[in-house]
Every structure is written in C-alpha cells, then in structure tokens.
Nanobody
Framework: QVHLVQSGGGSVQAGGSLRLSCLAS????????MAWFRQSPGKEREGVAG????????FYADSVKGRFTISRDNAENTLYLQMNSLKPEDTGIYYC????????????????????WGQGTQVTVSS
C-alpha cells in the first residue's frame, strides 16, 4: 500500500523560502511520475512541479520557473520542493502526488492521472 506523508510548509513573508518534503512508502516502481500540486480557495488544483523518476526529467509551471526546484532522494524515498522568492500568490495547500506511470511535459500536471496523494500542507506567504 502506498503512503505519501508530507512535511514542511508554514508561513513566510514574501521573498522568503520554504521546503516541502514528501516521504513515499510502498512505492516500489523504479519509474514513477511524481508531482507537487497546490490549491487555493476558489481555484482548481494546479500542478506546480513534476518529475519522472525514470529519466530524472523535471517539469514546472510557468508561474514558478526559476523559483521552485523539485527533486527526489531515491535513497530516502523522499520528494522535495524547494520554494524560493515566494510570492503571496503562492499561498495555498500543497499536495504531493505519485503514480507508477510515464509522464512528460504534456501530462505531468493532470491531477486526475495520479492515484496517490499526500495529506496536504498549508503554505502562506504574506506581503
């Protein structure tokens, strides 16, 4: 059984940094699509960053390119999202997601394609 347990997040002023972690257990596949999504009040869940572990390719939403970095520590089975230069519009609940499938630049951000989700963690950026 797959479990994704998130940690990190919190409150920070604009321009600050935060790091999110997602510990994955029970995910034995070597090629997995993993991603971070966020949801703000009144908005749909949107993909922020993704990674396909088979090739190590990473994907980013235009709104976070150059500020966020997604990475995975295979030895620790942990997915990370380093968020720098945070803006108030980055505020929301962040979720990690995983699915044992191939993903590319055209598919990583489709929330319905992911079968496993973390519990969510709040990120609040004040101006």
């Amino acid at each position: 059984q797959v479990h994704l347990v998130q940690s990190g997040g919190g409150s920070v002023q604009a321009g600050g940094s935060l790091r999110l972690s997602c510990l994955a257990s029970g995910l034995s596949y070597s090629q997995v699509c993993m991603a971070w999504f966020r949801q703000s009040p009144g908005k749909e869940r949107e993909g922020v960053a993704g990674i396909f572990t088979g090739y190590g390719t990473t994907f980013y939403a235009d709104s976070v390119k150059g500020r966020f970095t997604i990475s995975r520590d295979n030895a620790e089975n942990t997915l990370y999202l380093q968020m720098n230069s945070l803006k108030p519009e980055d505020t929301g609940i962040y979720y990690c997601a995983a699915d044992p499938q191939y993903c590319n630049s055209g598919s990583w951000h489709r929330a319905l394609a992911f079968s496993h989700w973390g519990q969510g963690t709040q990120v609040t950026v004040s101006s």
